[in-house]
């Protein structure tokens, strides 16, 4: 046989190993569920920046409404009296 024969061989067992590799790491991944499990935690992700944003807005929210009780307390202790207090 020649170089050029060697390389063709060496070319067509490199392809066919591969190929093998990649039939057998599909049917493991089938198997053992390993794509369905990556897609349930993708979707969880997606589920916690979701809460995640709905909470800073909802704490945002909540420090608006204590600065506002901040200012009335203000207000009142600074010698506001509501009609009929006195």
Not at 41 to 50: G, M
Request: hydrophobic fraction near 45%; include cysteine.
């Amino acid at each position: 046989m020649t170089d050029s024969s060697n390389l063709i061989m060496v070319l067509i067992v490199l392809v066919g190993v591969i190929a093998v590799f990649l039939v057998c790491r599909e049917a493991v991944c089938w198997y053992w569920k390993i794509n369905k499990r990556l897609a349930m935690l993708e979707r969880l992700v997606d589920q916690q920046s979701t809460l995640a944003s709905l909470q800073a807005s909802t704490n945002d929210k909540l420090d608006d409404v204590c600065q506002e009780l901040r200012q009335m307390r203000k207000q009142n202790e600074s010698g506001f009296q509501p009609p009929g207090s006195r």
